[in-house]
C-alpha cells in the first residue's frame, strides 16, 4: 500500500489489488501516469475528481481519506 498525499485527500494505492486495466490513467491523465515517479500526482486535480475516479474503480485498488484540516 503507497498514499499519496494532497491538501484534503490521500489517495491509496494497492498494487496487489490492481489490474492494470489503465482506466484511471484514461479518466484522469494528468494525475495517474505509470512512466513518471511518483506516479501517481493528486495535486492535478480536485479533490472532488479524485474522489469521483476513485469511487468508479470496482477493484478497489484506489481508495482515498479525507485528511482533517489543520
Given at each position: 500500500?503507497?498514499e499519496?498525499l494532497?491538501?484534503?485527500?490521500?489517495?491509496?494505492?494497492?498494487?496487489?489489488?490492481?489490474?492494470?486495466?489503465?482506466?484511471c490513467?484514461?479518466?484522469?491523465?494528468?494525475?495517474?501516469?505509470?512512466?513518471?515517479?511518483?506516479w501517481?500526482?493528486?495535486e492535478?486535480?480536485?479533490?472532488?475528481?479524485?474522489?469521483?475516479?476513485?469511487?468508479?474503480?470496482?477493484s478497489?485498488?484506489?481508495t482515498?481519506r479525507?485528511?482533517?484540516?489543520?
Open positions: 500500500m503507497k499519496y494532497k491538501n484534503e485527500i490521500a489517495v491509496i494505492w494497492k498494487p496487489e489489488l490492481c489490474e492494470h486495466s489503465g482506466i490513467v484514461k479518466m484522469l491523465p494528468n494525475v495517474y501516469n505509470p512512466k513518471e515517479r511518483p501517481i500526482k493528486p492535478n486535480a480536485t479533490t472532488q475528481q479524485l474522489i469521483e475516479q476513485i469511487n468508479q474503480r470496482p478497489k485498488a484506489l482515498y479525507l485528511l482533517e484540516k489543520e
